[in-house]
């Protein structure tokens, strides 16, 4: 019944930026962490960025520097942007959530978006 749902995705230029965003739906609370993982082909998932409904963040050090999550906003939706994108940022970016940041962090929450991909090109 809970439902994310990404985008923005899309192609874009090394050196450019991206927004990604996340809707979420169907849930009986709106205090939930969320957060991102990407996936590349032929690779493991990885983890990107979370935030807690209280605002805490979390970055991967790939990323850090160069990216900001947004926090929850009362529509339950949460950004993603990306600045100085390089080829290595190329993957399909997954949404998800879950009551706990550590959860969302550590890549086991209970939900999941269809992801939207991103290609960074040279």
């Known amino acids: 019944q809970v439902e994310l749902v990404e985008s923005g995705g899309g192609l874009v230029q090394a050196g450019g930026s991206l927004t990604l965003s996340c809707a979420a739906s169907g849930r009986s609370f709106n205090r939930y962490a969320m957060g991102w993982f990407r996936q590349a082909p032929g690779k493991e998932r990885e983890f990107v960025a979370a935030v807690s409904w209280h605002g805490i963040k979390r970055y991967a050090d790939s990323v850090k520097g160069r990216s900001f999550i947004s926090e929850v906003n009362a529509e339950n939706t949460v950004t993603l942007q990306i600045d100085s994108l390089q080829i290595e940022d190329t993957g399909v970016y997954y949404c998800?959530?879950?009551?706990?940041?550590?959860?969302?962090?550590?890549?086991?929450?209970?939900?999941w978006g269809q992801g939207t991909q991103v290609s960074v090109s040279s």
């Open positions: 998800n959530s879950d009551q706990l940041l550590a959860t969302v962090v550590a890549g086991t929450s209970a939900y």
